[in-house]
C-alpha cells in the first residue's frame, strides 16, 4: 500500500532544498507519494524540472497563501 509522506521545506535554502527532497525521494518505495511544502516559486520550477527527467511524477500542485505544496510520486528505481 502506497504511503504519503510530508516533506516541509519552507525556509530552507536553495539548494539545500531540492537536495532534502531528492534524497527522500530516493528513499521511498514505488508508488508513495512525497508533498513537498515549499515558499519559492524558482525552486518549485527547478523541481518540476528534475522531476519530469527523472521516472518519478508530479501529481499534484497546490497554491496555498503562504507556500505551494506539490505531490511528487516515486516511480520504477532504476
Given at each position: 500500500?502506497?504511503?504519503?509522506?510530508?516533506?516541509?521545506?519552507?525556509?530552507?535554502?536553495?539548494?539545500?532544498?531540492?537536495?532534502?527532497c531528492?534524497?527522500?525521494l530516493?528513499?521511498?518505495?514505488?508508488g508513495?507519494?512525497?508533498?513537498?511544502?515549499?515558499?519559492?516559486?524558482?525552486v518549485?520550477?527547478?523541481?518540476?524540472?528534475i522531476?519530469?527527467?527523472?521516472?518519478?511524477e508530479v501529481?499534484?500542485?497546490?497554491?496555498?497563501?503562504?507556500?505551494?505544496?506539490?505531490?511528487?510520486?516515486?516511480g520504477?528505481?532504476?
Amino acid at each position: 500500500m502506497a504511503s504519503k509522506i510530508v516533506l516541509d521545506l519552507r525556509g530552507v535554502i536553495s539548494p539545500l532544498n531540492l537536495l532534502k527532497c531528492k534524497s527522500r525521494l530516493k528513499s521511498m518505495e514505488q508508488g508513495d507519494v512525497l508533498e513537498v511544502m515549499l515558499a519559492d516559486i524558482d525552486v518549485i520550477q527547478d523541481l518540476i524540472m528534475i522531476v519530469n527527467r527523472s521516472r518519478d511524477e508530479v501529481v499534484y500542485k497546490n497554491k496555498n497563501k503562504d507556500y505551494i505544496c506539490l505531490g511528487i510520486k516515486r516511480g520504477k528505481k532504476f
